[in-house]
């Protein structure tokens, strides 16, 4: 393996624009090289931004080092430049599966599944996730990916989230995302600390109020509406959105997630939640 | 006082700064531009950072290190500092906020 290794980086040296890229990450990854693994990818998805394998390998490397929100993004880019890859499709299932959400990625697998009837790990997967346990981690297949071609035109539409659960598909939506009424009622999502203790009311009690609050200062400041309120632990951070007048959005994450990521991904639960609650 | 809160107004955008006691949400030391009621902004400052510091150790987050509020055409920024006063910045929406915020951390630790 150390050889492939070596092997596939003077190929790709020797050629940059190649797409020995996928062979090395996926080579590196399988090593447990999961940085140098990340950074393959990533250059090599510089160069082919529109390559559904690429943004797979890059998405299966995420996995590994456990940015499911990330991976669960690549994923999603994969599949609007190839409805049918089925290892975009795995990949999804296998996140569905962990945010506990069996019916997306029963959904996924099946249409893997008719794309690709023979394929024995998708059959072996849908098994699992019908007897309630996990599919293995999406992995590439031993031979050498095959590249999807590219596809510059009209991107495809994305299939959309299950939001019979406000924050379907999104990490941590059942421990670091919550989402409350203005009286601090939890309409979704749950909140545990470190320790793994629900914290969701708790914290719901404390936080009712704050969107008056957070309105009354911003209007005093002559700032405006308020949009957002980002604040940083000791231990996690946390951002405070309000996707309506009365409801207000909670996210948590640990301190590896910095404020500024967290807010774009609080943007996101922001939208889902906005979505939910029009349905209400 | 005012030296420490230099070190947060010389960054480009920001429209002020104050000091404020954490638990009554007095003024200690203000340079603001004219027009804003530092005596209300520090009381509701204080208040939103109580609020924020109790749900945030419901939340096993400990205690806030910094958090800012985001608005359509401004931002308030708050470091609270070791000695119980908050150091509190107004901005204009598109100011640096890395920047505003290792100002403010610094004059915080100026005045612990």
Same mark, same amino acid.
Request: proline share 5%; no cysteine; net charge negative.
């Given at each position: 393996m150390a050889e492939d290794v070596r092997a596939l980086s003077a190929q790709l040296a020797q050629?940059?624009?190649?797409?020995v890229f996928l062979r090395l990450s996926e080579a590196l990854r399988r090593k447990g090289q999961l940085d140098q693994a990340l950074r393959v990818a990533l250059n090599g998805l510089e160069r082919h931004p529109h390559l559904a394998d690429a943004h797979d390998l890059y998405a299966r490397v995420l996995t590994d080092k456990h940015d499911y929100e990330r991976a669960f993004d690549e994923w999603d880019m994969a599949l609007r430049i190839a409805p049918n890859h089925t290892g975009a499709l795995k990949g999804l299932a296998f996140l569905y599966f962990k945010v506990g959400d069996l019916q997306q990625a029963e959904s996924h697998l099946e249409l893997a599944q008719r794309i690709e009837p023979d394929d024995p790990s998708i059959q072996q997967a849908v098994a699992m996730v019908r007897g309630g346990a996990a599919p293995p981690p999406p992995s590439a297949s031993a031979s050498p990916p095959v590249p999807t071609p590219a596809v510059h035109t009209e991107v495809e539409a994305a299939p959309l989230l299950d939001e019979s659960r406000v924050f379907a598909g999104l990490e941590g939506a059942q421990e670091g995302l919550v989402l409350l009424d203005a009286a601090g009622r939890v309409l979704g999502g749950a909140l545990r600390n470190p320790a793994g203790a629900d914290v969701t009311d708790a914290v719901a009690a404390y936080l009712a109020g704050v969107s008056q609050e957070a309105a009354r200062t911003a209007k005093l400041l002559g700032l405006g509406a308020w949009t957002g309120l980002s604040a940083e632990g000791k231990h996690g951070n946390v951002h405070v959105s309000h996707p309506s007048k009365d409801a207000l959005l909670l996210v948590v994450r640990d301190r590896g997630v910095p404020l500024g990521r967290l807010a774009i991904l609080a943007q996101r639960a922001t939208a889902m939640a906005r979505r939910w609650l029009e349905k209400q | 006082m005012n030296h420490t809160l230099d070190l947060v107004t010389r #960054? *480009? @955008? #920001? *429209?002020g700064a104050m000091l404020v006691s954490a638990d009554d949400g007095l003024v200690v030391a203000e340079q603001l531009?004219? @027009?804003?009621k530092g005596s209300a902004v520090a009381a509701l400052a204080a208040s939103l950072a109580g609020r924020l510091r109790r749900a945030m150790e419901a939340a096993g987050? @400990?205690?806030? #290190?910094f958090w800012h509020l985001q608005a359509d055409q401004g931002t308030l920024l708050v470091v609270p500092a070791a000695s119980g006063m908050l150091v509190v910045a107004v901005a204009e929406p598109d100011v640096n906020i890395g920047l505003v915020r290792l100002e403010l951390l610094r004059a915080g630790e100026a005045i612990a």
């Amino acid at each position: 393996m150390a050889e492939d290794v070596r092997a596939l980086s003077a190929q790709l040296a020797q050629d940059p624009q190649s797409l020995v890229f996928l062979r090395l990450s996926e080579a590196l990854r399988r090593k447990g090289q999961l940085d140098q693994a990340l950074r393959v990818a990533l250059n090599g998805l510089e160069r082919h931004p529109h390559l559904a394998d690429a943004h797979d390998l890059y998405a299966r490397v995420l996995t590994d080092k456990h940015d499911y929100e990330r991976a669960f993004d690549e994923w999603d880019m994969a599949l609007r430049i190839a409805p049918n890859h089925t290892g975009a499709l795995k990949g999804l299932a296998f996140l569905y599966f962990k945010v506990g959400d069996l019916q997306q990625a029963e959904s996924h697998l099946e249409l893997a599944q008719r794309i690709e009837p023979d394929d024995p790990s998708i059959q072996q997967a849908v098994a699992m996730v019908r007897g309630g346990a996990a599919p293995p981690p999406p992995s590439a297949s031993a031979s050498p990916p095959v590249p999807t071609p590219a596809v510059h035109t009209e991107v495809e539409a994305a299939p959309l989230l299950d939001e019979s659960r406000v924050f379907a598909g999104l990490e941590g939506a059942q421990e670091g995302l919550v989402l409350l009424d203005a009286a601090g009622r939890v309409l979704g999502g749950a909140l545990r600390n470190p320790a793994g203790a629900d914290v969701t009311d708790a914290v719901a009690a404390y936080l009712a109020g704050v969107s008056q609050e957070a309105a009354r200062t911003a209007k005093l400041l002559g700032l405006g509406a308020w949009t957002g309120l980002s604040a940083e632990g000791k231990h996690g951070n946390v951002h405070v959105s309000h996707p309506s007048k009365d409801a207000l959005l909670l996210v948590v994450r640990d301190r590896g997630v910095p404020l500024g990521r967290l807010a774009i991904l609080a943007q996101r639960a922001t939208a889902m939640a906005r979505r939910w609650l029009e349905k209400q | 006082m005012n030296h420490t809160l230099d070190l947060v107004t010389r #960054v *480009r @955008g #920001v *429209r002020g700064a104050m000091l404020v006691s954490a638990d009554d949400g007095l003024v200690v030391a203000e340079q603001l531009m004219e @027009g804003i009621k530092g005596s209300a902004v520090a009381a509701l400052a204080a208040s939103l950072a109580g609020r924020l510091r109790r749900a945030m150790e419901a939340a096993g987050l @400990g205690a806030s #290190v910094f958090w800012h509020l985001q608005a359509d055409q401004g931002t308030l920024l708050v470091v609270p500092a070791a000695s119980g006063m908050l150091v509190v910045a107004v901005a204009e929406p598109d100011v640096n906020i890395g920047l505003v915020r290792l100002e403010l951390l610094r004059a915080g630790e100026a005045i612990a």
